[in-house]
Each structure stands twice: as structure tokens, then as C-alpha cells.
Nanobody, 115 residues
Framework: QVQLVESGGGLVQAGGSLRLSCAASRSIESDDVMGWYRQAPGKQREWVATSTSGYYTNYADSVKGRFTISRDTVKNTVYLQMNNLKPEDTAVYYC?????????WGQGTQVTVSS
């Protein structure tokens, strides 16, 4: 069982920045696909960004150019740098680890962007 612990959420004004962290309880392996998702009140959980080995990244259109996902395999941590935040980015943000065998989710961290 892998534990994923998110941190870094909080309250920020529109236009501000936050960096979310997702610490894994074991090494992030080359076949682990790491992703960030978010769920706003009353809405379904949606995909935000993905990072695979080889530094491949992909982003939802709504965050492209503003968010950056990265992984630090020494610290077993995945980050989501969020710049130019908008009120519509308000949500609980979740980290996900997926490979051919299993899927794991963190408990989430709240991000609130005020206008």
C-alpha cells in the first residue's frame, strides 16, 4: 500500500500562486504515472495534469500555461506549481499514482482563490 500526502493548499487572492506537494511513501518508479486532479463543490472530479517518466507532462486546457507539474524522485514528491490563480481554480486537489498494478489517491488539499 502506498500513502500519498498532499500539502500546500490554502487561501490566495486571484492572480496569486501556490505550490502543492504530494509526498509518496515509497520511491516513485519509472512506470508510475503521477497526476493531479481537482473537485470543486457540486462538480465531478476532473483531471488537471499528468507526469510520466522521461519528463513527459500534459495539462488540461483550463490550466495550460499557468500550472506546472514536476517530480522529484530523490524526495519521492510530485509538485504542482500554480500561477495566475483564478476563482474557478477553487477546489480540493488530489494526487494520484497509477501503474499497471495499482492506483492510489491522496486525501486532498483545499485550494481557495478569492476574487
Amino acid at each position: 500500500q502506498v500513502q500519498l500526502v498532499e500539502s500546500g493548499g490554502g487561501l490566495v487572492q486571484a492572480g496569486g500562486s501556490l505550490r502543492l506537494s504530494c509526498a509518496a511513501s515509497r520511491s516513485i518508479e519509472s512506470d508510475d504515472v503521477m497526476g493531479w486532479y481537482r473537485q470543486a463543490p457540486g462538480k465531478q472530479r476532473e483531471w488537471v495534469a499528468t507526469s510520466t517518466s522521461g519528463y513527459y507532462t500534459n495539462y488540461a486546457d483550463s490550466v495550460k500555461g499557468r500550472f506546472t507539474i514536476s517530480r522529484d524522485t530523490v524526495k519521492n514528491t510530485v509538485y504542482l506549481q500554480m500561477n495566475n490563480l483564478k476563482p474557478e481554480d477553487t477546489a480540493v486537489y488530489y494526487c494520484r499514482m497509477r501503474n499497471a498494478r495499482n492506483e492510489y489517491w491522496g486525501q486532498g488539499t483545499q485550494v481557495t482563490v478569492s476574487s
